[in-house]
């Protein structure tokens, strides 16, 4: 198992990624990528089971979904870095023809892709057919997913929600990146959740909560422990409170960085706070 010091330097240069690519090709989105850094470390670099030499139906392996696709830097860096596709191949992020596209895809061939997202709201429900899929086939390994919070205000979440329940889907641990901010301000200006705990309860889920989503060894200790609560009957929930463009002191606590790429003094001065320690791509 990688140290907490290993996952710290591995998340500080996935920051690096996701700020170099973003600002490589001026789109993309840098906030929810950074603030969402250790739960993509902590999942590929010491929670998931799985296996590089990718496969599409992943039998006996962990999965994972991404819901809100629109932090796909995050996710291209991690997966990258753990060893699915070359590191070079971010230079290609958002070009014409990559494999790298703004939004995940299946149809490029990217390994560690298993859906097309960015559409938001659609992640959990294919999460859960391919839970269903696992209990089917006797596979006892664990589909995992990461939604916005933002995006729990697309109806489709609640339906999936409800599903997983009914159907004792017990294999399932979704994330909610709970950052507070969407796409055009504060989740309470736009469009007021309400008690998340309360409403997934309500809905049949068990919920636990990571105060500290941006702590390596809280992410940590909020994975394990939910994946002690699998297999008991209900589908798991974190809520994990996370800060928007965490680790970049400008982009950070605001939404203002949801899809925004800086500029050339912005890029240097959000790597001069986050120093190479993995090599660049
Ligand atoms: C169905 C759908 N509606 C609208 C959008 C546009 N959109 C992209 S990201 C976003 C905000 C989502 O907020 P959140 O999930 O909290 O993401 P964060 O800003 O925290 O990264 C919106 C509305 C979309 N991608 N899909
Ligand atoms: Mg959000």
Redesign the pocket.
């Known amino acids: 198992m990688p140290t907490t010091q290993e996952l710290q330097d591995f998340s500080q240069q996935v920051r690096r990624d996701i700020v170099r690519m973003v600002h490589a090709v001026s789109s993309g ?1 840098p ?2 990528s950074l ?1 969402c850094t250790e739960f993509f470390t902590v999942l590929y670099q010491e929670v998931m089971d799985y296996s590089t030499d990718f496969t599409m139906d992943g039998k006996n392996e962990d999965l994972f979904f991404l819901s ?1 696709g ?2 796909s830097p995050v996710f291209y860096s991690v997966l990258a870095r753990s060893g699915f596709f070359p590191v070079s191949e971010l230079a290609t992020f958002r070009l014409i023809n990559s494999r790298l596209q703004g939004h995940p895809t299946t149809h490029e061939g990217l390994p560690g892709i298993r859906v097309a997202s ?4 659609q992640g959990m429900s294919v999460a859960l057919g391919a839970a269903e899929a696992k209990k089917l086939n006797g596979d006892d390994k664990i589909v995992y997913t990461l ?5 729990l205000q ?1 109806g489709q979440v609640w339906e999936a929600a409800m599903y997983a329940a009914g159907k004792k889907v017990d294999n399932i641990i979704s994330t909610i ?1 709970y ?1 507070g ?3 055009d301000g504060s ?1 309470d200006h736009v469009l007021p959740l309400g008690d998340l705990k309360a409403k997934f309860e309500a809905f049949g889920w068990d919920v636990l909560e990571v105060k500290k989503g941006n702590d390596i060894d809280s992410v940590k200790a909020g994975l394990a422990e939910a994946k002690t609560r699998t297999g008991k009957g209900k589908p798991v929930c974190i809520l994990m409170y996370t800060d ?1 463009g965490h680790g970049v002191d400008f982009m950070s606590g605001t ?1 203002a960085w ?2 925004k790429a800086p500029n050339d003094e912005q890029l240097a001065s959000a790597l001069a706070q986050n120093p190479e320690t993995l090599g660049d791509y």
Do not use: A, P, V, Y
């Open positions: 989105h906030g929810g603030g809100n629109h932090i960015g559409s938001l709201g939604h916005g919070d933002g995006e697309e990146d950052n901010q969407q796409i989740t928007m939404h949801h899809g």
